[in-house]
């Protein structure tokens, strides 16, 4: 491509951009998004390099969509289809930036899944979301299966460090953890036990563990699905199902999903580990 067309091309882009920002601003919906869709098809088009100052302008547009407009739906896959020709999970400012957007918005699902391609700086800002939802959505009782099912995710990228800090955060910060390990919540333990033995490359001790722990983690079937694909992508073992990764159980579902807060009037259950 010549001087020329790259100049074009980056006029272009920016010419969509400021429009995209300048109707979303002034709430005229229908334009910002026919530009915006303009503006992902163009990044894509053109192989456009990412920078710091693109991705500040990308961020400003998700941001100016209203939350019931169906141009922000359409906006956001292309600008991560984009950014993942140049990162593997797309850009992590990216990411947070859609987290904290539907954060404000209590849509805990979406927010959650973003969170989970955030850089290790940005494991706080998730452990805090994490505490949040257990607050707002889950009896005491629950709050291990919100912080389990975050691990998971992190253990089914391979994303070891995410996994460890997480969940060293969430148990630090909790407050109805009031114990150190062993933790009275089983599910606690269970991660605690889970990521030791990742550490120690024992595909058996996992298996040992998902055993042990099978009552616990029964309480939502994503779980079972998760720990099969951390053994494949850890140790190359086969998984035994073929169920779907990545998606939220019923329990789950109802915790990260709408409906009125559960409270957390109900106290843990001060059990260490599974009782057959």
């Given at each position: 491509m010549g001087k020329q067309a790259v100049v074009s091309t980056q006029s272009?882009?920016?010419?969509?951009?400021?429009?995209?920002?300048?109707?979303?601003?002034?709430?005229?919906?229908?334009?910002?998004?026919?530009?915006?869709?303009?503006?992902?098809?163009?990044?894509?088009?053109?192989?456009?390099?990412?920078?710091?100052?693109?991705?500040?302008?990308?961020?400003?547009?998700?941001?100016?969509?209203?939350?019931?407009?169906?141009?922000?739906?359409?906006?956001?896959?292309?600008?991560?289809?984009?950014?993942?020709?140049?990162?593997?999970?797309?850009?992590?400012?990216?990411?947070?930036?859609?987290?904290?957007?539907?954060?404000?918005?209590?849509?805990?699902?979406?927010?959650?899944?973003?969170?989970?391609?955030?850089?290790?700086?940005?494991?706080?800002?998730?452990?805090?979301t994490l505490i949040e939802v257990a607050r707002v959505r889950a009896y005491n009782s629950e709050l291990g299966l919100i912080i389990t099912w975050a691990v998971l995710q992190f253990l089914t990228l391979k994303r070891t460090e995410h996994a460890r800090r997480i969940f060293k955060l969430y148990t630090a910060q909790h407050p109805a953890i009031t114990t150190p390990f062993p933790y009275q919540e089983p599910l606690l333990n269970f991660i605690q036990f889970l990521i030791q033995a990742i550490d120690r490359r024992s595909p058996q001790l996992v298996k040992v563990l998902r055993d042990k722990y099978s009552k616990s983690l029964s309480r939502d079937p994503s779980f079972s699905v998760s720990i099969e694909k951390i053994l494949r992508v850890y140790f190359n073992e086969v998984p035994q199902s073929s169920g779907s990764l990545g998606g939220l159980g019923g329990l789950m579902q109802s915790l990260f999903g709408g409906g009125e807060s559960a409270g957390t009037a109900q106290s843990a259950v001060p059990v260490v580990e599974d009782a057959d």
């Open positions: 272009t882009g920016k010419l969509l951009i400021s429009g995209s920002l300048m109707f979303l601003a002034h709430k005229q919906d229908e334009h910002g998004t026919e530009l915006s869709v303009l503006l992902g098809d163009h990044l894509l088009t053109h192989h456009t390099s990412p920078s710091v100052e693109l991705n500040d302008q990308l961020i400003e547009v998700i941001k100016r969509f209203d939350r019931s407009s169906p141009g922000r739906a359409r906006f956001i896959p292309k600008v991560f289809k984009w950014s993942k020709m140049y990162t593997e999970h797309g850009d992590p400012r990216i990411h947070k930036a859609c987290a904290e957007v539907y954060l404000l918005e209590t849509d805990y699902a979406t927010c959650c899944t973003h969170c989970q391609y955030l850089d290790l700086d940005g494991v706080q800002f998730y452990s805090q």
